[in-house]
């Protein structure tokens, strides 16, 4: 069974940084393809990136795109999303997601592993 656990969430003033972490257990971070995805309160989850695992191909929800990095450290089989010049409109649970599914994946559907989340909250 993988298991997922985020960590790296917390309280930033606009404009920091934030790395999010998802420790893959039971499973390989370099095989699988990865997820980001956010909610945002009272609002639907949505995609942020992903990675696919084997090409490593990569996409970025549009509004991220150049402040979010993806990433992912096979000999911590952990994934990364690292997080620049944050708004308060990314403030929401954020998500990792994990995928036998070898191709860029955006849906919530497509992902059979969920990490519990991390909440990041940006301050005005």
């Known amino acids: 069974q993988v298991q997922l656990v985020e960590s790296g969430g917390g309280l930033v003033q606009a404009g920091g940084s934030l790395e999010l972490a998802c420790a893959v257990i039971g499973g390989s971070v370099s095989r699988s393809t990865m997820g980001w995805f956010r909610q945002a309160p009272g609002k639907a989850r949505e995609f942020v990136s992903t990675i696919t695992g084997s090409e490593g191909k990569i996409s970025y929800l549009d509004s991220v795109k150049g402040r979010c990095t993806i990433s992912r450290d096979g000999a911590k089989n952990t994934a990364y999303l690292q997080m620049n010049d944050l708004k308060p409109e990314d403030t929401a649970v954020y998500y990792c997601?994990?995928?036998?599914?070898?191709?860029?994946?955006?849906?919530?559907?497509?992902?059979?592993?969920w990490g519990p989340g991390t909440q990041v909250t940006v301050s005005s």
């Open positions: 997601a994990a995928t036998n599914r070898p191709y860029i994946a955006i849906q919530e559907a497509d992902y059979e592993h």
